[in-house]
């Protein structure tokens, strides 16, 4: 498996191996259902790539992920965020080397390591009343964090 | 009696500010061509990320794009949360951060194209849900998936820091390299 889905996947692994700190329902990649608040979605973003010196084939790559928080209530919001943001700031996050079996992800040992080198989060208002919005859409954040994958490639 | 001079670059930091303050003009043109640069980015990357054909650019085109240069100062803005909000009826952050406010609810009687009037699976995302103009069928559908989010302000903050990070560090190179 390449490196951006097995970041992905590691990340998500990551956070249910701490979830009795998070208290998540669902740590996943796609849009929660309302019965699965308090859920934490990660999303792809964008990768930069740096040489590593001036006419080098080799670089280090920066990948910034997407993590989604949709919780129940505006504390429920505060509190996993905080949660989530402690955990990313003070762990180095084990990158495994995965590969897809029948219909589920076998995680091997851990290649290497990720750390936060940026974050930024805030709250995603929709621009309507929260009345109006379904539950699902009332109480999200955003936190949107670059790692370095502390690997030359 | 005893002098210590530090240099890096062979240059002391006041001989450095210095070549930096007179290529002050040329980075003012230049992180304009970054502003204007950016402002592209992210129209293409909306363009390229829409998620069924036909799509007529009313958001990218609503993102405006403004420059200004000052004694001392250079400042670029793209996009304006008010201008998109009243030109796209807010409909940007639904496309940015995606939503289920559709989810379970009946669209208005039209009709489906390509394909059928009444889509099925083999033109998932391929075509559009039109309500008016054409001949109606007698389906309404249910929404059944939320909106992806495209996350494009969240590209442009990622790809405008890097942009500015090699405008920044392009300078120091060509000051360091100075004789």
Redesign the interface.
């Known amino acids: 498996m390449e490196l951006t889905e097995r970041i992905i996947l590691s990340l998500i692994k990551f956070l249910e191996n701490n979830n009795d700190i998070l208290g998540a329902k669902s740590i996943n990649r796609i849009t929660p259902k309302e019965k699965d608040l308090p859920a934490i979605i990660i999303r792809e973003g964008t990768s930069s790539y740096r040489d590593i010196e001036i006419g080098s084939r080799l670089y280090k790559r920066q990948i910034t992920l997407y993590i989604e928080i949709f919780a129940n209530n505006d504390s429920e919001r505060l509190t996993l965020k905080d949660k989530v943001i402690s955990l990313l700031r003070k762990n180095s996050i084990p990158i495994y080397d995965i590969s897809a079996g029948e219909g589920e992800y076998v995680f091997g040992e851990p290649t290497d390591y990720m750390n936060v080198i940026d974050m930024t989060d805030y709250r995603i208002r929709l621009g309507e009343d929260l009345a109006n919005l379904d539950l699902i859409d009332r109480y999200r954040h955003l936190i949107n964090v670059t790692f370095d994958i502390g690997k030359i490639e | 009696m005893v002098r210590v001079v530090i240099k890096r670059y062979g240059k002391s930091p006041k001989e450095l500010l210095l070549d930096l303050e007179n290529q002050w003009f040329e980075f003012q043109a230049e992180a304009l061509d970054v502003g204007k640069g950016l402002h592209n980015f992210v129209k293409e990357y909306i363009k390229s990320h829409a998620k069924r054909p036909g799509y007529k650019g009313k958001i990218a085109n609503a993102i405006s794009y403004d420059e200004s240069i000052e004694m001392g100062k250079v400042s670029f803005a793209i996009g304006d949360i008010a201008q998109l909000?009243e030109k796209t009826d807010?409909a940007w952050?639904?496309v940015n951060?995606?939503?289920?406010?559709m989810?379970g609810r009946k669209l208005p009687v039209g009709y489906f194209r390509p394909g059928q009037a009444k889509p099925d699976r083999s033109h998932f995302r391929e075509g559009r849900w039109y309500s008016t103009g054409g001949t109606m069928s007698k389906y309404a559908p249910y929404v059944k998936m939320?909106i992806?989010?495209m996350?494009f302000v969240?590209?442009l903050?990622?790809?405008g820091?890097?942009a500015i990070f090699n405008l920044i560090n392009k300078f120091l190179e060509r000051v360091k390299s100075k004789k």
């Open positions: 909000d807010r952050r639904a951060w995606g939503s289920s406010h989810v939320p992806p989010p996350y969240e590209a903050i990622t790809k820091r890097e």
